[in-house]
């Protein structure tokens, strides 16, 4: 029986990539190992706990894994699945496990490949795996059994515990019309989806009615014309149905909750009993390596095309219920704020890229003297399901927002030949005021809007001086976009603040 040694310092590994997530380790486990069954097209996950042997048994009928699939799964040099491609890491469950538990016992059966491996810790600290024969699989699908050291303490030991982890992180999947409606027609997980735990089916749900909401809003979210999401909006009869450190809308992706979000909006009392569920599937783009949060900072105003028509729905929701937004748009102050921005574009290209601003963009055209070879390219993206029936008599009939395709420079082939023609975008920043006085911020993002605090301390402080009120005002919108921007591996942005206010100040 071949033995394999894992020869990198795995521990400092495993404990980093531990700490990316917001939640238990042992909850991380979890999650992660219904994310690879899911990845693989499972219709059946089971989850199975035992108290005596500390042990957690998940076993899906997923495709399975290939030869190099089993190989990377072992692999702690394995880059990380590439972001868009799924909501799991093949084996990061596993890995991680190894914070608290002794052993993993793997198996896995594909169409081309069956493997099994007794993953454990040996006394001396190496850690090493050995080759077996699959024994409890019968067809196609991976069972990961993880048994934990005996000192850990779990943050779950019952099936009310796992079935709380499962809402939490996976409620889409539970929900019938998510399942049969959105899902199974974007051919993502099949209808018959269920989750077992324990021996026990968890049958599907109504949201609506499991969370006892009222004054319910359901929504499809469009971009132009395009669907790219739907999301159902409600007040609970409970205050924080989910746990106190969720509050809001459940913002999803693949049926995998990623986080909640009130979106900048301050509904006062009921803001506790505010519940709700939204699917955009292209999220998986902008997904964070714990898949816990979105990566803005580079791709803003993409993002902002799928996160802004959920805003608006949950800002015009929010008035029906007779919530008004606190905002103060347009005012001569904001306006010339706004002009203050557009001035200092060249001196400082962050802005250009943060605000969409009035920027010129290259468009070909053809031309007989040719400057620029192109050729068609294809494209694909999951689109929206459109309209209602059952699946197979509509189909997924969404165009995409671009036509699937898409000129591109080659140096050495083309039909046509074009050069770039400069055209102009007109967009621009918003500037908004906000009576926030219960926050300490002096500023912050909303989509493309900066909303500054003018109940804060130091604006109030300001706010009969005209030039004081300016300066306040440059700076906070100025930290409120660093803060947004920074990134822990670029030096250079922690720089914006300084950078803008002085282009402020050269500019005449």
């Known amino acids: 029986m071949p033995i394999h040694e894992s020869s990198i310092n795995f521990k ?46 998940v076993t899906d009928d997923g495709k399975g894994m290939t030869d190099d699939n089993f190989k990377e799964y072992h692999d702690f040099a394995a880059g990380l699945k590439t972001r868009g491609t799924g909501i799991g890491f093949a084996g990061v469950g596993a890995k991680i496990s190894f914070n608290i538990a002794t052993r993993v016992v793997s198996e896995t059966v594909s169409q081309s490949f069956s493997g099994g491996s ?21 067809e196609h699908g991976t069972r990961v059994e993880v048994f934990f050291s005996d000192d850990t303490n779990l943050s779950f030991s019952s099936s009310e515990d796992i079935f709380k982890i499962i809402i939490r992180h996976y409620l889409p999947l539970l929900d019938e019309k998510y399942l049969g409606e959105i899902y199974s ?48 909006f409600g007040l609970s009869s409970e205050e924080y149905p989910l746990g106190a450190d969720i509050s809001g809308v459940l913002l999803c992706c693949y049926g995998k909750v990623i986080k909640s979000d009130l979106f900048n909006q301050f509904p006062g009392n009921i803001g506790p009993r505010i519940f709700g569920v939204v699917e955009i599937p292209e999220f998986i ?15 803003h105003r993409e993002f902002e095309m799928l996160y802004s028509p959920v805003r608006n729905k949950f800002k015009s929701w929010l008035e029906e219920l007779g919530v008004q937004s606190s905002e103060v748009i347009g005012s001569d102050e904001a306006i010339k704020l706004e002009r203050e921005l557009r001035k200092l574009l060249n001196d400082v290209p962050e802005l250009s890229d ?9 468009v070909f055209t053809p031309d007989s003297s040719g400057m620029v070879n192109v050729s068609n390219q294809e494209g694909t993206d999951i689109t929206f399901p459109d309209g209602e029936g059952q699946k197979g008599e509509v189909g997924i009939t969404d165009i995409g927002e671009n036509p699937g395709q898409a000129f591109i420079e080659e140096k050495n082939k083309g039909s046509e030949r074009a050069k770039p023609i400069s055209r102009v975008s007109h967009r621009g920043p918003k500037i908004t005021f906000v009576d926030a006085g219960d ?3 002096l500023a912050w993002v909303d989509g493309n809007n900066i909303s500054i605090n ?32 920074v990134s822990e591996n670029s030096d250079e942005k922690f720089m914006f603040i300084d950078k803008m206010m002085s282009a402020w100040g050269k500019n005449r």
């Open 12 to 57: 400092n590994l495993i404990k980093d990539l531990a700490e990316i997530y917001p939640y238990d380790v042992d909850e991380v486990v979890l999650v992660e190992l219904i994310a690879n069954a899911l990845d693989a097209k499972a219709k059946r996950i089971s989850i199975e706990f035992n108290q005596e042997k500390k042990s957690l048994i």
């Open 118 to 138: 007794n993953w454990y810790l040996q006394p001396n600290g190496k850690l090493i795996w050995e080759d077996f024969v699959p024994e409890n699989l019968e």
């Open 185 to 232: 027609r974007l051919d993502l997980y099949s209808e018959d989806l269920r989750f077992i735990v324990n021996n026990q089916i968890i049958e599907p749900i109504k949201i609506q009615d499991y969370f006892d909401l009222d004054n319910v809003k359901t929504s499809v979210f469009k971009r132009t014309e395009r669907r790219i999401g739907y999301g159902i």
């Open 285 to 299: 783009h902008f997904l964070t390596t714990s898949k816990t949060d979105f990566i803005k900072n580079l791709r």
């Open 354 to 362: 943060f605000f969409g601003f009035r920027a010129s963009k290259n």
């Open 439 to 441: 926050r300490t911020d």
């Open 454 to 485: 003018c109940s804060h301390p130091s604006y109030i402080k300001v706010r009969s001086n005209p030039t004081s009120r300016r300066i306040h005002n440059l700076f906070a919108i100025a930290s409120a976009i660093q803060r947004f921007i």
